[in-house]
């Protein structure tokens, strides 16, 4: 194990070795998000899934503690998750939290931002991970924070404060977190490295009661997490030391930023702006940052507004390379689902053209998701959850594959995970099985890359990989009709969803049947790339070719699917 670092002072910021480059465009990923105490234990032994025999019944107080999850364990999947047609991994937070605390699997309760948390493993273990993740073609991305710690320190006789927005002040320091009161302060205890030892670097506001006031959000303390001062140079100056050292130690190749909207907008560009000058200074030209982000696209360009058409003002930073698309996220279930329109997504995309100079670049700026670890505005439940049909996850996380963005899969999705209860533990099953297994089972382990849904996922995975088009594309909505004389854009719930890719001469059509029973939509084409008489083949190998012709005046193609298919077709020959 490494030697304990206790102060930045004694922080090395040479890279020992030549740095992993950054890929040339970001969208060229697909990112696997896991956390890291709920995806494997790095155990032999322990058996598959099978429905049959999988013994039954967990304790509902497991879903909030410790499973056992560690990086050697993530280590020896990754195979697995690459196989899915994944490129980079995405890793909860691996800081060291409290001790003695078995609540904080999470990650996100930092009490040393220079350690790895032990029951994850060691620092050894993470750089281990890192290069083995790069040589099987895998990039990683490290889950960090800005605005808080852990609960390292109380408040006068440790008694829970509530925000004041009338206080004159900071309310007064209590005393710092030990495990042993009687000692000094040891590396277990209050918090490290000591530039975040002294009381005047914390709000000190107390907890956070009214979420939606902006004020309250960005100075109060998440629950019993306390919020950092990062208007302070010094505090900041801490924070962007602790994180490049994990550039240089670990080459790590991006950063997940937690909770973007409860801190100032200056304070994290100034942060992001200084990490990312570090990464190009030692040979990560491409390092990157994007941040959790909860709102529309009006919010979040505050913080990704480098191609916006809005002129700047003191009061925007853009700062962050991408945001986690939120505003894909609240519709897409639903119209996947069949439960509303696919005219709430063409709506959406068509926004760009008045957000974005050039929409065709949007995708860049997002990193999006169907399932994640918290849940806005759908509390505590997956995807699968109460849903019988497998096929509608290959739907949704294929077209995160074939959409905008850099798309991004939550761990589990690909086998179907259906979680979902009171707590946002039931979104948070173990991979491996332990006490806290998917489906309320125990002891069984669920890599199973038989798994028909893991199967699609790849399907279209592999396909996006060798067509740029899926990748930097501009989207078009296209328009369908039933009976080749009346078009429209899909409105019937449910029905049809269809889009094209277009990259120079090349367009792709993406066609959906989001219902349960077979469609044979015509669906409009670009004339000129796709014009009457060519064939259109399908990249997914589903089907034979389909001809375009002509219907309504307009360029088409018939479609035939199956329910809750899915068809990329591209013209033979392009």
Known sequence: MGEWIDTLDRVDFAPPAEVFPSPADWRDQFIYFLLVDRFDDGRPGTPPYDPATAPRGRDPAQGRLFQGGTLRGVMRRLEYVRNLGCTAIWLSPVFKNRVERNDTYHGYGIQDFLEVDPRFGTKEDLRALVRRAHEVGLRVILDIILNHTGDNWAYPGDQPYYYWKAAPGPFDFGFWRKVDPASGLQPDDAVWPREFQSPDRYKRRGQIRDWSDPEEAVNGDFLSLKELDITRPEVLDALIRSYKSWIAYADVDGFRVDTVKHMEDSA???????????????????????????????????????????????????????????????????????????????????????????????????????????????????????????????????????????????????????????????????????????????????????????????????????????????????????????????????????????????????????????????????????????????????????????????????????????????????
């Open 268 to 574: 994290t560009a100034l942060f992001c702006n200084a990490v990312r000058e570090y990464a190009k200074r030692i040979g990560k030209a491409d390092f990157f940052i994007f941040g959790e982000v909860v709102g529309d696209d009006a919010v979040i360009q505050r913080y990704i507004g480098r191609n916006s058409r809005i002129a700047g003002t003191s009061e925007r930073f853009p700062s962050l390379d991408a945001c986690l698309d939120f505003p894909l996220y609240f519709v897409l279930e639903e119209v996947v689902k069949g439960f509303r329109s696919p005219v709430l997504l063409r709506d959406r995309y068509e926004r760009f053209r008045t957000l974005y100079a050039d929409h065709g670049e949007a995708g860049r700026y997002f990193v999006t998701f169907v399932d994640n670890h918290d849940q806005m505005a759908r509390p505590y439940r997956r995807f699968m959850h109460r849903n019988p049909f497998p096929e509608q996850a290959v739907l949704a996380v294929g077209y995160l594959l074939s959409a905008q963005g850099i798309p991004c899969i939550y761990y589990g999705t690909e086998q179907g995970f259906d979680g979902g209860g009171d707590n946002d533990g039931y979104v948070r099953e173990c991979m491996f099985g332990g006490r806290w297994g998917a489906f309320d089972t125990t002891g069984v382990h669920f890599f199973d890359e038989s798994n028909p849904i893991y199967r699609g996922i790849r399907a279209v995975a592999e396909v996006r990989a060798r067509e740029p088009a899926l990748r930097y594309g501009r989207q078009y909505f296209r328009e369908t009709s039933r009976d080749g004389a009346r078009f429209d854009f899909p409105g019937e719930v449910p029905g049809t969803l269809a889009f094209s890719r277009i990259l120079d001469t090349d367009e792709i059509l993406v066609v959906m049947n989001l219902s349960g029973s077979p469609r044979g939509d015509l669906v409009t084409v670009d004339h000129r790339l796709s014009p009457p008489g060519c064939r259109l083949g399908d990249l997914l190998g589903g089907r034979g070719p389909c001809s375009v012709g002509e219907a309504g005046g307009r360029a088409c193609v018939r479609v035939p699917l199956e329910g809750y298919a899915m068809a990329l077709l591209k013209r033979e020959g392009a």
